[in-house]
């Protein structure tokens, strides 16, 4: 890393091979962090697994991945690649072979993840933006344990190449700050043009969502947050899901595993690496999901991108809690963890199936620990999003 220290263990030891990035643009002056999935020229892609970075550090990558070229070009000077959960397939962070980065918000308790230590390097004040990508909640859990801004953009919004797939019709590249002016400034160069739209009239309280948080505290610390934005926008309480959220987490487990499987399974068959057991047994999960399976997945997804598409129209935003709870203590099982994670699926699942942007927002606290609080809204509104919360600030009714 190319920063003086690292209290947080965010950054992996990798050699320093300098970057070059541009002397001027509109992140001059921004330190970036990188995921480490993604490629940088002279460093190893080791996606959290040990045998794919030594792999990776006797052949470097030899040029950058697209996203990671953007912000140079605009002026951004890297620092160092960041820890990622093993092989991007977790939503708490852990990772007990390469390291867990510490949660500067919450200490003692997981980063979240798969975007670990993006998002501790930036809650930790060590950089001023990081990249990480976001399949099943990467970036919006990590920003909402870690109390800062994360976007899932929309679906093929952000350019995924050069990044280690998981699975590829649910991978989006997405970014932390910790105030929005900043986070405004990368999807100005990450985002590119984005089409005229009505202004955001509507919230759409999703209250299935909302019954998945872990109980009454949680309820009445996001009470506030969803009044700030109900303040500005009508309120409409609906339930998302009439067939049970349950439903869409499945659609959404069969869509991932399948094509998760279909990414690494051959090297995972063929290596047979020493897996962390919560990683192994998901992958062993997924290699369970048949094409039929697959499928009729499909055909379900459809229905519920065609369900959020019409509660929001082109006016609405959809409001609900980004985790059910705050961040579970880095001492938590094994089977405390997956219990989180199943419950964290069904609140997280929605906008992954739809394709739609989601940033999460730092707008409360339980415990001292942050708890965030997502806006949904249509494809290709990711700046309109963005620009949502600016306007809220300048209101002073925002962060």
Request: aromatic share 6%; net charge neutral.
């Amino acid at each position: 890393m190319l920063i003086p220290a690292d209290p947080f263990h965010a950054f992996l030891d990798y050699p320093d091979v300098p970057v070059p990035n541009a002397a001027a643009g509109p992140l001059a002056g921004l330190t970036l962090a990188v995921k480490d999935i993604f490629d940088v020229a002279g460093y190893p892609t080791g996606c959290g697994n040990p045998e794919k970075t030594e792999a990776s550090r006797a052949d470097p990558p030899k040029a950058n991945a697209p996203a990671v070229q953007m912000l140079l070009d605009a002026g951004a000077r890297f620092v160092g690649k960041t820890h990622t959960a093993e092989l991007a397939f977790s939503l708490d962070g852990t990772n007990l072979r390469l390291g867990t980065p510490d949660n500067p918000a919450a200490p003692g308790r997981v980063p979240g993840g798969s975007s670990s230590g993006s998002a501790a390097a930036v809650a930790g004040k060590l950089v001023d933006i990081a990249l990480g990508s976001d399949t099943g909640g990467s970036v919006r859990g990590p920003a909402a344990f870690c109390g800062i801004v994360g976007l899932r953009p929309t679906w093929g919004r952000v350019p995924d190449a050069g990044a280690m797939p998981l699975a590829p019709s649910l991978d989006t590249v997405g970014w932390f700050a910790r105030d929005i002016p900043t986070f405004a400034r990368v999807g100005d160069v990450l985002l590119g043009p984005e089409a005229t739209g009505p202004a955001f009239r509507r919230a759409v309280v999703a209250d299935d969502i909302w019954a998945l948080l872990f109980g009454p505290a949680e309820q009445a610390a996001l009470a506030p947050a969803l009044g700030k934005v109900t303040a500005r926008l009508a309120a409409e309480h609906v339930t998302l899901a009439p067939e049970g959220l349950a439903g869409w987490q499945q659609t959404f487990r069969m869509t991932q595993g399948f094509e998760a499987w279909r990414a690494h399974g051959p090297w995972i068959e063929a290596r047979k690496p020493d897996l962390m057991p919560a990683v192994a047994g998901r992958f062993a999960a997924a290699r369970a999901v048949t094409k039929a399976d697959y499928d009729a997945a499909q055909g379900t997804r459809a229905a519920i991108r065609a369900r959020l598409a019409g509660l929001l129209g082109d006016d609405g935003v959809l409001a609900i809690p980004t985790f059910p709870t705050i961040a579970p203590l880095k001492t938590a099982t094994d089977a405390d963890l997956e219990a989180f994670r199943s419950r964290a699926l069904s609140m997280l699942c929605t906008s992954g199936l739809a394709g739609f942007p989601q940033i999460s927002l730092p707008m409360a606290k339980l415990e001292g620990a942050p708890l965030g609080l997502s806006l949904v809204g249509p494809a290709g509104r990711d700046k309109a999003l963005i620009a949502l919360e600016e306007r809220a600030r300048s209101q002073r009714l925002g962060l």
